[in-house]
């Protein structure tokens, strides 16, 4: 059982910054590449960030490229996704994900995921 739970939402103004945590339980997270999607109301989910089991491999998505920054404490178990600059635009319910064990890359499509967190919902008031 593999249990992953966001947290560090919530509303903040345009330009403010926020730190998503993501904490993975029942295994360990050093062999598994992990994943930010997010998904706004009426619109379909979406990859925002990446980052291999290793850690040497990243994605961003254009829209977050050089605002966002993901990052990963395997000692932890612990993925976190910094957001500074932030838009209106980036308003959504944000969701980490697990890949599978030893895995290459940064998979950026949500069927290359297996487990999934609950979402922690991010507000941008312009």
């Known amino acids: 059982q593999v249990q992953l739970v966001e947290s560090g939402g919530g509303s903040v103004q345009a330009g403010g910054s926020l730190r998503l945590s993501c904490a993975v339980s029942g295994r360990t997270l050093s062999s598994y590449p992990m994943g930010w999607f997010r998904q706004a109301p009426g619109k379909e989910r979406e990859p925002v960030s990446a980052?291999?089991?290793?850690?040497?491999?990243?994605y961003y998505a254009d829209s977050v490229k050089g605002r966002f920054t993901i990052s990963r404490d395997n000692a932890k178990n612990t993925v976190y996704l910094q957001m500074n600059s932030l838009k209106p635009e980036d308003t959504a319910v944000y969701i980490c994900?697990?890949?599978?064990?030893?895995?290459?890359?940064?998979?950026?499509?949500?069927?290359?995921?297996?487990?999934w967190g609950q979402g922690t919902q991010v507000t941008v008031s312009s």
């Open positions: 980052i291999s089991w290793s850690g040497g491999i990243t």
């Open positions: 994900a697990a890949g599978s064990p030893r895995e290459l890359g940064a998979p950026t499509r949500h069927y290359e995921y297996r487990y």
